[in-house]
């Protein structure tokens, strides 16, 4: 990985880090003020004044992880993975800068809120995180071959395969939308979807770098 590219990629973890802890004290004043016997479910509502604030602020945190995205890169799919890249770091340093500061969640297993648009997205702390982890490793797969990584084909059905992952792994995080809303006990957290999600993606991942190998290797032997 060249040294310009590892600068950039230095300093979007940096920013995402940031953000993170930004992100994590927000939420923290956010549980103190409506919460102060611990966060738990079922979610206790909030004012629909608030309410509306919070929507806007979590739009506001994907716009700015997008504005810097395009920022850094200048292609289409750069931008894509940079977002991706900061997404996965900001994610994970949220929970690290919770556990920091206030030493939640007690495990990786513990229930959070995670997202409320365009519905409100639950499930244990660990499968985000998972997400999070394969969006960084796709990310640092293409800024180890940057280059090539650009030139490589991607057909049409394979960039739908990787929307249909994302898809699959919202509809399980969205799978206790109905309960949560009605402010009742989420079920339980459908593995077997979020899993299938998650091995799609993987796998579309594999094929790729397969793929981006042997193109590495063709170029070296030509």
Same mark, same amino acid.
Do not use: C
């Given at each position: ?13 940096? #920013? ?17 003020? #409506? ?131 994302? #898809? ?12 949560? #809303? ?41």
């Amino acid at each position: 990985m060249k040294s310009v590219v590892r600068n950039r990629l230095l300093l979007l973890a940096v #920013f995402a880090i940031a953000m993170a802890y930004l992100e994590a004290s927000v939420v923290i004043y956010l549980r103190t003020i #409506f919460y102060p016997q611990g966060f738990d479910f079922p979610i206790k509502r909030i004012p629909i004044d608030m309410a509306v604030i919070e929507l806007a602020r979590e739009v506001a945190t994907i716009a700015m992880l997008i504005a810097v995205a395009f920022l850094a890169e200048q292609t289409r799919r750069g931008r894509l993975v940079s977002f991706m890249f900061l997404f996965g770091i900001w994610d994970i340093f949220y929970y690290v800068w919770l556990r920091v500061a206030i030493g939640w969640p007690p495990s990786l297993l513990t229930w959070d809120l995670l997202f409320l648009v365009p519905v409100i997205w639950t499930g244990p702390v660990v499968a985000p995180v998972l997400v999070s982890i394969l969006m960084i490793a796709a990310s640092n797969m293409y800024f180890k071959f940057r280059d090539l990584a650009e030139r490589l084909p991607i057909a049409t059905y394979e960039w739908m395969i990787v929307v249909g992952a994302a #898809f699959v792994i919202f509809l399980a995080f969205a799978y206790n939308h109905g309960v949560t #809303f009605r402010g009742e006990l989420p079920g339980r957290f459908p593995w077997e979807i979020f899993a299938s999600g998650m091995a799609l993606g993987l796998w579309m991942l594999t094929r790729l770098w397969r793929r981006l190998h042997k193109l590495r290797l063709g170029i070296k032997s030509g």
